[in-house]
């Protein structure tokens, strides 16, 4: 609606998603203390200083692992608490050791500013990153927002609203006893969510699509590789029934979801034939 605002005359939005795949042979093991992880970077309003204070305010034997970005005047915060071990700074690392960071860790903790009530439609890529990673997520967001509603709904983790130092002790408590008690088994999703939450691309055909183009698309497929599942529907009108024909493309197959990849398909086999999902 912004941008509308701004006068651009055609707006489109293409949805984060999940990539399980990308969790393929990483695995969990169980630690001998809690391991609360965040990965990413700092701009903006972001600040873990909330969950510093509330971890340092605590009981909690719990280690925050930050990997990434962490501002220095952060890091200076930080000491004045004296949480020590308790806290882990971690740089920059190739995507494949976060993600295994990730998997290993017993929660993970996302952090997403109020920033004057902007934050609330904010379903950033790290939402869906750490919902593959199936463990728990301690969630500091705004707790009417998009990331707050999508965790509830996959039962992942707890929201916490961003600088509610108070609730956000009382969830590290929560996940302490947990812990303790040996209930953070991980958050595995159910196959009806991953496929909805699958970052994954829908191809639409009518019924009586000739051969010559089912052949042309995967032609088209096979120039725009890339790592996207696809899956194709026919769309079939039988009298007063309307019936709808699901396929998912075979796994050798992944496309690149450029903008001409979507022309390209749309103009073989008409507009609105492409949707990507999340």
């Known amino acids: 609606e912004e941008l509308r605002a701004l006068g651009a005359a055609r707006v489109e939005t293409i949805s984060n998603g999940c990539d399980f795949e990308d969790f393929a042979g ?3 093991t169980r630690s001998t203390r809690l ?18 204070e509330a971890l340092a305010g605590s009981d909690v034997d719990a280690v925050l692992r930050f990997v990434g970005d962490f501002r220095a005047a952060d890091r200076d915060f930080a000491q004045t608490l004296g949480l020590g071990d308790r806290l882990e700074l971690h740089p920059y690392l190739p995507r494949r050791e976060v993600l295994a960071i990730q998997k290993d860790s017993e929660a993970l903790l996302l952090l997403i500013p109020d920033s004057g009530g902007r934050g609330r439609a904010v379903l950033s890529a790290k939402v869906f990153e750490y919902l593959a990673a199936e463990r728990p997520i301690l969630a500091a967001v705004p707790t009417d927002g998009a990331a707050a509603d999508l965790i509830r709904e ?3 983790g707890t929201g916490v609203a961003p600088d509610d130092v108070d609730g956000l002790r009382a969830a590290l408590e929560n996940l302490d006893a947990d812990y303790r008690g040996g209930r953070l088994n991980g958050t595995p999703l159910s196959p009806a969510l991953k496929e909805r939450l699958s970052r994954g691309v829908r191809i639409r055909l009518k019924g009586t699509c000739p051969r010559e183009t089912i052949e042309a698309l995967w032609e088209l497929m096979a120039i725009h590789r890339g790592d996207r599942p696809v899956a194709v529907e026919v769309e079939m009108n039988g009298g007063s029934r309307h ?14 979801t450029s903008e001409q990849f979507v022309a390209d398909v749309e103009q073989l086999c008409g507009p609105g034939s492409v949707t990507i999902h999340s």
């Open 35 to 52: 391991r609360i992880t965040h990965t990413g970077s700092f701009f903006g309003r972001r600040s873990p200083r909330p969950i510093l």
């Open 243 to 256: 019936v709808i024909v699901r396929a998912e493309v075979t796994q050798s197959i992944r496309v690149r």
């Open 154 to 156: 996959t039962g992942a």
């Open 26 to 28: 990483l695995e969990y």
